[in-house]
């Protein structure tokens, strides 16, 4: 069964620091990997794009990783906004990208 | 990035009432839309696949009668929950994909419906 599970459920974190967000999958066949933000009340935002080959890409302060062999994403948040906070969520493209298993998200509140 | 619309954000009806929700993809035509939904603190639950000109595919589990999908063009699909109950009260969001590239899904703003 496909599935996606993330690490931790919920965080809260002062304001400029930093933090790491896990995603780990059971996933196949495997095509792309993308973290998404959520917002409350809105609908998911793409932050980034993971393919099989990639390890590491950035996205301004977001910074995604991926080890195919285990399975595993993070996504890392360098000096964190206020409006970080939100609701970030793992989504894990099968099948050629026809199907996507979402994590369960990862509920991210940046204190001052 | 493609931008998909969702109208309206938020609506409040009465029990026994139908509602219906749009879904817009402004740039680009979809072939295929998809329609969730989320409970609070939940995930996305995929509830049905929207086919332009044809069916949509229902979810196991999804009542095709209650949650009415239309799909009448290559840039409009419509949600219409019929006969509301306070327990279809939750925040729907549609999505849509480009053309030939499965890689992003770009979702609408969501619509939060409370049946009172």
């Known amino acids: 069964k496909n599935q996606v599970e993330q690490s931790p459920q919920s965080l809260i974190i002062l304001e400029g620091k930093n933090c790491t967000l896990q995603c780990n999958y059971t996933v196949s066949p495997f095509s792309n990997l993308r973290w998404y933000k959520q917002d409350t009340g809105r609908g998911p935002v793409s932050l980034t794009i993971m393919t099989f080959s990639e390890n590491t890409k950035s996205n301004g302060r977001y910074t995604a990783t991926l080890d195919a062999d285990t399975k595993q994403s993070s996504l890392h948040i360098t000096a964190s906004q206020l409006s970080d906070s939100a609701s970030y969520i793992c989504?894990?493209?099968?099948?050629?990208?026809?199907?996507?298993?979402f994590g369960t998200g990862t509920q991210l509140k940046v204190e001052l | 990035g493609a931008v998909v619309s969702q109208h309206p954000s938020r609506v409040i009806c009465k029990s026994g009432t139908s509602v219906k929700i749009e879904c817009r993809s402004l740039d680009f035509q979809a072939t295929t839309m998809f329609w969730y939904r989320q409970f609070p603190k939940q995930s996305l639950m995929l509830m049905a696949t929207s086919n332009e000109g044809s069916k949509a595919t229902y979810e196991q589990g999804v009542e095709k009668d209650k949650f009415l999908i239309n799909h009448a063009s290559l840039t409009l699909s419509t949600l219409t929950v019929t006969s509301a109950h306070p327990e279809d009260s939750s925040f729907y969001i549609c999505?849509?994909?480009?053309?030939?590239?499965?890689?992003?899904?770009?979702f609408g703003q969501g619509t939060r419906l409370t049946v009172v």
């Open positions: 989504v894990v493209f099968t099948g050629g990208g026809n199907k996507l298993t």
């Open positions: 999505s849509a994909r480009l053309p030939l590239k499965n890689t992003e899904a770009f």
